[in-house]
């Protein structure tokens, strides 16, 4: 009877414990998982500058442990496809490729499975940008207006159900920035999905330059590419905010998560 107690206790004790060694919790890398080029530009209007600033350190600070390879570059002028594809993810801030080459390498790149992360300025486009491409790449019309001075935005928080925004409140606060309007809308494409907006209790919107009314989207993503775009990215306060750190970090591991070599944070 002994005997068979002690291996009821051995069962209820070793077994668990060895199924528990099956379902580890934790992946840890024993090399960088991807590599990343981060794209910005140091002669931009100054407040794009700063969030530059602060978003190289902002993605640098995720690259400890050594769990990804961060490269950052001010120009794509040595950047052609092949180059470029080496690369899991481009994050591009405060500036668009140059006209001829670099514009149609970068084409090349989403068109055949590439990454891009974008913020604020990376998709300003008016009637002398003359980039099509770009217009449907983000699933948008041109810039439409914004509001001024930037300031702080309630948006709203539109699915729950994407990987990008699973993990965030239905409506938060957003640091002050400024904010594009587009025309026509990205919600008028089918081929995109809105995850936030700016709310229509702002309205008015602004103090200066006034916005009244209108659909308003600030983060969304085409379904035709590998991406996602964050329509704030204005001046040295935007990394102060938790919710939207998380945000930003959600983005960046989605657009990862697809690379069609596999998932990285899977290996």
């Keep these: ?126 009637a002398s940008t003359d980039w099509p491409w770009l217009n449907e790449f983000l699933g948008c019309g041109r810039f439409y207006c914004n509001n001024w001075p930037p300031q702080c935005a309630y948006l709203d928080i539109e699915t729950l159900e994407s990987p990008v925004t699973k993990n965030l409140p239905a409506a938060f606060v957003a640091p002050e920035s400024e904010w594009y309007q587009w025309n026509p809308s990205p919600r008028e494409n089918p081929d995109v999905e809105i995850l936030a907006s700016i709310s229509p209790k702002n309205y008015p919107f602004g103090i200066k330059d006034v916005i009244s009314h209108g659909d308003f989207p600030v983060v969304w993503r085409n379904k035709n590419y590998r991406m996602v775009y964050l329509n704030y990215g204005h001046g040295d306060r935007e990394f102060t905010d938790a919710t939207q750190n998380l945000l930003t970090l959600n983005a960046f591991r989605y657009v990862v998560s697809q690379d069609p070599e596999g998932n990285p944070f899977e290996k």
Excluded: C
């Design 1 to 126: 009877m002994r005997k068979f107690i002690l291996f009821i206790l051995w069962v209820m004790i070793v077994l668990p414990m060895s199924g528990q060694e099956n379902a580890y919790p934790a992946n840890y890398a024993r090399a960088p998982r991807f590599k990343a080029l981060l794209y910005y530009s140091d002669t931009a209007e100054s407040a794009h500058v700063d969030f530059a600033h602060q978003a190289i350190d902002f993605f640098h600070r995720l690259t400890y442990g050594e769990g990804y390879i961060l490269e950052t570059t001010t120009s794509l002028a040595d950047y052609d496809y092949d180059r470029l594809r080496q690369y899991s993810v481009v994050i591009v801030i405060n500036t668009t490729p140059a006209p001829g080459a670099e514009r149609e390498a970068m084409e090349k790149y989403m068109e055949n499975g590439g990454g891009w992360l974008g913020f604020h300025a990376a998709a300003y486009n008016d």
